[in-house]
């Protein structure tokens, strides 16, 4: 199973950038998917995740800007994030927790990482 990231960039504040994270391999089912992030010299924090049924819960610093969204049919899950500002800066990794067959319990997958930097 792997994960693969992309979007992330630079842009100037109040931009927007859109992430994606698709999965691949030997799916049975997918739960909960989603996105933290890291900025230099600190934890990784959660940003936002998305349940298999669509509930979404966010960090209290993205909510109102940020919005999750998957496609259950893609195994691929987005991050749209609006009204960028510097403290947004991080390596964004994806997440999901994945289910390789009936008969096993799901375990959780990371992406590769995707820089954003907000800066002007």
């Known amino acids: 199973v792997q994960l693969q990231a992309s979007g992330g960039g630079l842009v100037q504040p109040g931009g927007s950038l859109r992430l994606s994270c698709a999965a691949s391999?030997?799916?049975?089912?997918?739960?909960?998917m989603g996105w933290y992030r890291q900025a230099p010299g600190k934890q990784r924090d959660m940003v936002a995740l998305?349940?298999?049924?669509?509930?979404?819960n966010y960090a209290d610093s993205t909510k109102g800007r940020f919005i999750i969204s998957r496609d259950n049919a893609k195994n691929t899950v987005y991050l749209q994030m609006n009204s960028l500002e510097p403290e947004d800066t991080a390596v964004y990794y994806c997440?999901?927790?994945?289910?390789?067959?009936?008969?096993?319990?799901?375990?959780?997958?990371w992406g590769q990482g995707t820089q954003v930097t907000v800066s002007s």
């Open positions: 391999g030997s799916i049975f089912s997918i739960n909960n």
């Open positions: 998305i349940s298999r049924g669509g509930n979404t």
């Open positions: 997440f999901a927790a994945i289910k390789r067959s009936r008969y096993v319990s799901d375990a959780l997958y």
